[in-house]
């Protein structure tokens, strides 16, 4: 597919004088899996031959390509170097920047390239490997869609002997489509209990995911006393109730 957009690097060059980009960004919109096609015009408007270098950046579009890294002009003189944009079947709707550099006469200036991946998104989370330890819920949160999110986490408890509670929710850091990060909720457990933990996430979209963790709390030091002395307490019941009878 051919993009309708083009730009021009208009490069003056009088004896002293360095050069502009006649424009400095374009614009590309396209589907995945889609390769877009545009090009660089680079004029001479000087007086002496001149080679202009061109380089695009991979940070964060890497799917570029030039189809010249380098190109030697005459004297006012023109040439077109075509480019382009291969958009990857699995990228996620949304906008996308890279650069194109250009250089000549020991100078550079970037071109910037905005690209807009169409296509419906769809927002989804879940809530995975839930756990509890040392006052700790721990937890991993995994951005399941292809759009961006910025999740919202609270914690509820509802224990046999405790009143149900709701924490205090607290906003996480935007999470990219395919990534899931590791978090931690402080909560202190009871001496004695057992307690529903659950962890309810929501995003803008109406997206919403939970997860439950059941635990028992029991003080084990404190009852084993208790335990060992429970076989002895109960023979002497069963001695004074045969004496009795």
Do not use: C
């Amino acid at each position: 597919m051919r993009a309708a957009l083009a730009f021009v690097l208009a490069l003056a060059l009088p004896a002293t004088a360095g050069w502009e980009p006649g424009r400095d960004y374009v614009y590309l919109e396209g589907s995945p899996g889609m390769v877009l096609e545009d090009r660089v015009l680079v004029t001479n408007r000087g007086s002496q031959p001149l080679t202009v270098g061109l380089r695009a950046s991979r940070a964060q579009t890497p799917w570029i390509a030039l189809a010249a890294d380098e190109v030697t002009l005459p004297a006012r003189t023109r040439a077109e170097v075509p480019f382009t944009v291969t958009v990857p079947a699995d990228t996620p709707p949304g906008e996308r920047t890279a650069t194109i550099t250009t250089s000549a006469g020991g100078r550079s200036e970037p071109i910037r390239i905005h690209l807009r991946v169409s296509g419906p998104k769809v927002p989804a989370l879940t809530v995975e490997d839930v756990s509890y330890s040392s006052g700790s819920v721990r937890y991993t949160l995994v951005n399941r869609g292809n759009t961006p999110l910025s999740p919202r986490v609270s914690l509820h408890t509802d224990g046999l002997l405790t009143a149900p509670a709701t924490h205090a929710p607290r906003e996480l850091a935007p999470l990219p489509p395919a990534r899931r990060v590791s978090l931690t909720e402080r909560w202190d457990a009871p001496t004695l209990d057992a307690v529903d933990l659950r962890l309810n996430v929501t995003a803008a979209g109406g997206v919403h995911a939970e997860s439950t963790l059941s635990k028992t709390f029991v003080p084990w030091p404190a009852l084993l006393p208790l335990l060992l002395l429970l076989p002895a307490f109960l023979w002497f019941r069963r001695r004074a109730k045969r004496a009795g009878g």
